[in-house]
């Protein structure tokens, strides 16, 4: 009964590093999100895929790239960390369309120096 | 384009008071809405969700909203506040075309003992 999944749970990153985010769900989802989540500004939408294979262009893009290589992953990318990218992350899945609810996981708490 | 309003960024209650949440939507479509719980340090919670087929949507752990077409609201309500209720909550509307979520700046309730 895990839902989605989220590795890692915290990571600390220098400014200009990379690394990436691993998030898996075991529903069968077609739909799968990223957002990020900053004091006061709710959830923004990074990238988002609607099928194995796809991605696509959220709210906030930019500094990011995404994968979705298999159905139940989706990969999120930092290629060159910034400060500006400090922030809590959530993946979320969902079956799609317009009255689906999306499945969260617990969040990736990443802070760059 | 669809976006939502929640209208009190803090709300205090005392124990075994009611709870109001409010939220105003802007849509160009008959919307979906949900409300989202989040605890500290946890992933998103669906509450409840409205897709047009009752005014009136119970959720879980006692919270119910009202979905208001004329006054273009979702408020959140519960009878009787408990201190595991403490926590953000997110009004959300879904875009049709997409299933993507629009997020609310989200509101912080405090119960005091």
């Known amino acids: 009964n895990a839902g989605v999944t989220q590795t890692p749970k915290f990571r600390v990153l220098k400014t200009g590093q990379s690394m990436t985010l691993l998030c898996a769900q075991d529903m069968n989802h077609e739909y799968m999100y990223w957002y990020r989540q900053d004091p006061g500004m709710g959830l923004r939408l990074i990238h988002y895929s609607v099928g194995e294979g796809t991605t696509a262009k959220g709210e906030v893009p930019d500094g990011y790239n995404v994968s979705r290589l298999k159905k139940q992953n989706f990969l999120l990318g930092l290629e060159s960390a910034a400060p500006s990218q400090t922030s809590v992350y959530f993946c979320?899945?969902?079956?799609?369309?317009?009255?689906?609810?999306?499945?969260f996981g617990d969040g990736t708490r990443l802070s760059i120096l | 384009a669809q976006s939502v309003t929640q209208l009190d960024s803090h709300v205090s209650v005392s124990e075994g008071t009611p709870v109001l949440l409010r939220c105003n939507y802007s849509s160009s479509y008959s919307p979906s809405l949900f409300w989202y719980v989040q605890h500290p340090n946890k992933g998103l919670q669906l509450l409840l969700k409205?897709?047009?087929?009752?005014?009136l949507v119970k959720g879980i752990n006692g919270f119910e909203a009202e979905f208001k077409k004329s006054e273009t609201s979702f408020h959140l309500t519960k009878p009787s506040a408990h201190m595991s209720d403490a926590a953000e909550y997110f009004c959300?509307?879904?875009?049709?075309?997409?299933?993507?979520?629009?997020f609310g700046q989200g509101t912080t309730l405090q119960v005091k003992p």
């Open positions: 959300v509307v879904s875009d049709p075309n997409t299933g993507k979520l629009i």
């Open positions: 409205y897709t047009s087929a009752a005014t």
């Open positions: 979320a899945s969902s079956w799609g369309g317009n009255n689906q609810p999306q499945h």
